[in-house]
């Protein structure tokens, strides 16, 4: 059994989140779990998020989500495979 984690670290978050956000709306047919967490709230939000995405789907489809991703300017992202050793 193994689970695939897309991890987003966004930098510019007022700037980027439109953008990222039709990017996750488009591919959400592969996203299983979704965790959003940023600093702040309220008066002091923070401009940096990060986003922790449990997918499913195809390799190929979420290597492609993965690459949409990554060209974002200021969000880094980092696909993650995991694997239970028998």
């Known amino acids: 059994m193994g689970k695939t ?8 978050r007022k700037e980027s989140a439109v953008t990222l956000q039709q990017i996750l709306t488009g591919w959400g047919c592969i996203i299983k779990t979704r965790l959003g ?3 702040g709230v309220m008066d002091n939000c923070s401009d940096t998020g990060l986003l ?6 195809t390799k ?3 290597d492609e989500l993965a690459r949409k991703v990554a060209v974002l300017p ?3 992202s980092q696909l993650v495979e995991l694997q239970l050793k028998d």
């Open 5 to 12: 984690i897309l991890l987003i670290l966004v930098g510019k």
């Open 37 to 39: 967490i940023h600093d």
């Open 52 to 57: 922790v995405l449990e997918l499913a789907g």
């Open 60 to 62: 190929e489809q979420r």
């Open 74 to 76: 200021g969000v880094t």
